[in-house]
């Protein structure tokens, strides 16, 4: 494994190149919560008005750390660009979950089950955040331990559509997932486009892709590589989604 990813789960050292990071682009970065002793983080550039910017979020899920490593890796690449784009961040929204590899919050809370009530505080206080904004796009990164390729959750509203773009741009690095079903909705070439069901998540719990689409942003996407291949191939993949969208966007 290369030297760069040993760190992939320590915290510490994430924030500590999220920070170098301000410092060099600029960009404002804030601490808005603290849960289990973590301070939770979010950075936004100066350029971002009310409509029109890009949301990008990773960490919800503490055993995903392709994810955590993609924003980082992406915003460290074109650290010399970020304040001139229209950007908020979240470069990881479960701190303890990364450094315990848990997909819950030290309470066993999935922060992803969460949007539609206030109980978890980072959630909350991310809300209060965003309340102003909406957002060209929101991706939510993301990485699934059953994956067999890189796929991605594109909600459907405005067409034309641009999974089949994003995903082009991973293709380089990992397959695309070949499963026709994903978590019992239909998949195909390593799309999930659909309509969202209201009904099936008041069941399940409101994941941060639904309120971002039913509030905050125009186009949302979820993206998923697969956890158990080379942490490497899943960055770059993270990474290439990540400039395909950015490029898209503006
Ligand atoms: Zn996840």
Known sequence: MPQKFQRAHDYKHLIA????????SGLVMREFSKESGYPVFFLKSKTLQETGGLYFSAGIHGDEPGA??????WAEKR?????????????????WGLVNNSRTDAR?????????????????????IINPYYFN??????????????????????EPYWGEALLNAARRFLPVEPRIRIDGRKAAGGLVRRKINAKRFQKIGYPEAIYLHLHHAHRTFTV???SEFA??????????????CVKKSL
Request: overall charge negative; hydrophobic content about 35%; some cysteine.
């Open 17 to 24: 190149r999220w920070r170098s990071i301000a410092r060099e």
């Open 68 to 73: 955590t490593e993609g924003l980082v890796g």
């Open 79 to 95: 650290v010399n660009q970020l304040n001139r784009l229209p950007l908020m961040l979240f470069p990881c929204l479960n701190p």
């Open 108 to 128: 066993g809370r999935d922060l992803n089950r969460v949007f539609q009530h206030d109980e978890a505080c980072a959630i909350h206080t991310l809300k209060q």
């Open 137 to 158: 796009t929101a991706t939510m990164l993301h990485e699934d331990y059953d994956g067999q390729g890189v796929y991605l959750y594109e909600i459907q509203r405005l």
């Open 224 to 226: 998923e590589t697969p």
């Open 231 to 244: 942490l490497d191939s899943r960055v770059r993949a993270q990474v290439a989604i990540i400039e395909e």
